[in-house]
C-alpha cells in the first residue's frame, strides 16, 4: 500500500486549553470498543482436555513408530488417554452453544478463513481417529472378545498407519485453539496471532505427556525407561512454551499485556502458570538429567501433576484474559492505532 | 498523543471505499446529529427490539452505552464541557461542544463476523450488507470478538447472534431504514454507497470551508476501514479523532491472518514432533 503524504488535521480548541485530542485518551466513558466472547469455564475445559486428547493421541503414534519395545506401553497408554479425555470435548463445546440443538449446522459449510470452522472439521475427523485408535487397541487388549467378527475386523485393520495418519489432525487439534483466539479483535490475541498456537500445541503436548507420565507411573511395575523418555519429552516442550509465552508477552507490549501482568489474573499467571506449571516441573526434571539419574516414580508424579495444572492455568489465564482485554478501550485502541501496512 | 496517528493517514485512500456495484449504505454526518435519538427509538420499533437492562449509568445523557444484540442504533453522547471548575462560561459557535454519533453496524465490504461465521448464517446480501439469517445462526458466539468495531452481539433472550440489518426488509423493497427514515435533521442518510460517498466528500469540503477544519470521513480505506476490511459500506463524517467516539481508528480484518497463523502453528507442528521423535525413540 502506498503511504502519500501525511497532513495534519486541525483539531478545534475545547474549552480551558483541553482540546479533543486531550479527552481521546479518556475513550468514551471507560465504555469497552469491541465485545467480548462469551468463553468461560466450558471452553476453558475443552481446551484442556482437548490438549491432552490430540497429544497424547501425536504421542501415542511416534512411540509406535519410533519407540521400540518401550514405546509399546506409552502407545496403549496415549491411544486410551485420547480416547477418554475426547469423549467429553463435543460435548463440552455444543453445551457452549446459544443454541445446542443447531450444532450440526457447523457441519453445513466448511469456511478456511474461520479457524472455528476448520477447527470443528478438525475435531470430527480427529474424533473419529481416536475412537478407531481406541476401539482397536481395546481389540488388541482382548476386550472383544466376546464378540468375535467384530473383533477380527478391529485386529485386521492397520492400527499403527491409522494412528499415524491420525496423528497429523491431534496437531491440528492441539493447536488450533490457539489460533482460533487469535484471529479475533480481542488485542491480547490478535497482537499474537501468530504465537498462541505453536504455544497451545506445546503446551497440549507438555500436558499429554504429564498425563501418560501420570498414568504410567501409577501403575506397578512400570518401565521407568518410558517414563524417563516421557519426562525428556516433558522438558523440552515446557522450554518451547516457557519461551513462546515470554515472547507472547513481550509482543504483546505494555499496555495490551496488562491483564496477565497486573491483578488477580497477573498472579495466576505468575505463581500458577509460570512458577507451578513450568519452571518448577522444570526443575525437578533439569535437576534429575544434570545428576543422570533416572526420575523416581514420585518425581515422576509430582512433575506431571504440576505440568498438569500449568496447562490448565495456561488456558483459564490466556482465556480469561484476553476477555479483560477486550474490555479495555485503552488495549483496543493500542491495537488500532497505527495504520497496517 | 492520539493526534500523531491521524497525521499518518495516507491521503491517497481519503474517500475510498471498496463496495460492489449496487452496495447500499449509511452516511452518517456527526455534525447534523442533535442527539434526539429517534433513530434508536424508530430502530427499536420497526425491528421488534425487546429493551434493554433499564439501567442508569449515572455518566452521561447516554444511557444505551453501547451497541448490542437489542440495540442497532446506538447515540453517544460526548460532553467536552471541562474548563479546570468544570463549568462553561462561554459557548463556543459550533455544537455547543456536544460531540453526538449515531453508531451502528459498518456493514464492512470485507466483515470479520461474516468471515468468522462457522454455521454461514451470517450472509452478503443482494444490496452489499451483512446480515444474520435466525434460522441458521446456533449461537456460537465467534462472530462477537471477530467484529473490530464490537457490534454484534449474542443476544440474552434467544442466544443468537444480532445486528442491524440495515431494514433489510424495508431496504429491498427500496424503502430508506427506520432510522434514516425517522431522522429530523437528515444526519443519518442513506442511500447507493457511491452517491453518499459523493455527498460526504462534498459536505467535509462545505465544512473546511466554513471553519471546522476538523471534519473527516470514517469508514474509508484511509481511517475506520482499513487492514483489509476495505472500508465501510455505513460510514461518518466525524469531527475529532475516532477514540473520542469510541470508534478504533485503523481496525484490522482478523482474517488477514488465518493462513499465517495456521502456518506459524503447522511450523511449530515439525518442530515438535522432530523433538517427540528425538525423545521417544527406542529400539
Known sequence: MHMGESYKRNWEPRRGGRSVSDESSASYYNVPVIHKPHWKWLIIWYFF?????????????????FGGREGDRIKRVGRYLSLAALIPSPLLLILDLGRPERFYLMLRIIKLRSPMSVGTWGLTIFGLFSALSGVIQAAHDGLFGWFKPLNRVLLALPSTTINGL?????????????????????????????LLGPLFLSSALSSGAA?????????????????ARLERLDTVTLLAELGLILLAQANAGPVISRPIREGWLGNVF??????????????????????????????????????????????????????????DPQSTFEFARKPPK | MANATINL????????????????????????????????????????LPMDDFGWTGHSYDNSTDLSATTWRQVAFVEQITNGDG????????????????DVCKHCVQAGCMQACPTGAIIRTELDTVVVQQDVCNGCGYCVPSCPYGVI???????????????????KEGLEPACAKSCPTDSIQFGPVEQLLERAKQRVAELHASGVQSAYIYGDRSIGGTGGIEGDNAFFILTAEPEVYNLPAFPVLPQNKTGAAFLSMFGAAIALSIAAVATLRGK
Not at chain 1, 498425563?211 to 517414563?227: E, F
Not at chain 2, 463549568?87 to 449515531?102: A, G, I, T
Request: proline share 4%; glycine share 10%.
Open chain 1, 270 to 327: 505468575r505463581w500458577g502458570v509460570l512458577g507451578t506449571g513450568i519452571i518448577a516441573p522444570l526443575t525437578m526434571q533439569i535437576r534429575a538429567i544434570l545428576a543422570r539419574k533416572q526420575p523416581s516414580r514420585h518425581a515422576a508424579m509430582l512433575s506431571s501433576a504440576l505440568t498438569l495444572i500449568g496447562g490448565f492455568l495456561l488456558r483459564y489465564v490466556m482465556v480469561t484474559a484476553g476477555r479483560v482485554s477486550a474490555d
Open chain 1, 166 to 194: 491420525g496423528a497429523v489432525f491431534g496437531f491440528f487439534v492441539g493447536g488450533y485453539t490457539g489460533v482460533l483466539l487469535g484471529i479475533t479483535a480481542v488485542p491480547l490475541w490478535a497482537k499474537n496471532a501468530l
Open chain 1, 211 to 227: 498425563a501418560i507420565t501420570l498414568v504410567l507411573s501409577l501403575v506397578r511395575g512400570t518401565n521407568h525407561r518410558a517414563i
Open chain 2, 9 to 48: 493517514i495516507d491521503k491517497t485512500l481519503v474517500g475510498s471505499i471498496g463496495s460492489r456495484p449496487g452496495a447500499l449504505g449509511f452516511l452518517t454526518d456527526t455534525t447534523l446529529c442533535i442527539g434526539c435519538k429517534a433513530c434508536e427509538v424508530a430502530c427499536k420499533q420497526w425491528n421488534q
Open chain 2, 153 to 171: 452481539d449474542l443476544s440474552p433472550t434467544d442466544f443468537k447472534a444480532h445486528k442491524c440489518t440495515l431494514c433489510y426488509d424495508r431496504s
Open chain 1, 49 to 65: 482436555l482437548g490438549g491432552i486428547s490430540s497429544a497424547s493421541y501425536v504421542i501415542a503414534a511416534i512411540a509406535d513408530i
Open chain 2, 87 to 102: 463549568r462553561v462560561h462561554e459557548m463556543p459557535p459550533f455544537q455547543s461542544n456536544w460531540l453526538m454519533l449515531s
